[in-house]
């Protein structure tokens, strides 16, 4: 399986913006579709954006559509999500999640990834 780290995570003033990286090791992430998932504490862990395996297709939660952007760097084997506008409620650990393949349009699953990195604190002052 692949193995994953997140970076990036941090402290922000409300509409203040923080790229954040997942960085895969052990595999090339070119054949890997890819989530980016938070969990804020008391909440269940969600899924805010992904990737498909083929870069085609990305999803987004309601909440973040219009503010967050999912990218790759196959290159640097790396997977970025780009949070603007950041709102408090953007509070949370978010994580990196990949899944070898899978369909055409990106899961929002959580039980279709089997390899999740250690994740990142995001916190938002207001």
């Known amino acids: 399986q692949v193995q994953l780290v997140e970076s990036g995570g941090g402290l922000v003033q409300a509409g203040g913006s923080l790229r954040l990286s997942c960085a895969a090791s052990?595999?090339?992430?070119?054949?890997?579709?890819v989530g980016w998932f938070r969990q804020a504490p008391g909440k269940e862990r969600e899924c805010v954006a992904a990737?498909?395996?083929?870069?085609?297709?990305?999803y987004y939660a309601d909440s973040v559509k219009g503010r967050f952007t999912i990218s790759r760097d196959i290159a640097k084997n790396t997977v970025y999500l780009q949070l603007n506008s950041l709102k408090p409620e953007d509070t949370a650990v978010y994580y990196c999640?990949?899944?070898?393949?899978?369909?055409?349009?990106?899961?929002?699953?959580?039980?279709?990834?089997?390899?999740w990195g250690q994740g990142t604190q995001v916190t938002v002052s207001s």
């Open positions: 990737i498909s395996w083929s870069g085609g297709s990305t």
């Open positions: 052990g595999r090339t992430f070119s054949s890997y579709a």
């Open positions: 999640a990949a899944r070898w393949r899978g369909s055409v349009l990106p899961s929002t699953d959580r039980a279709d990834f089997p390899s």
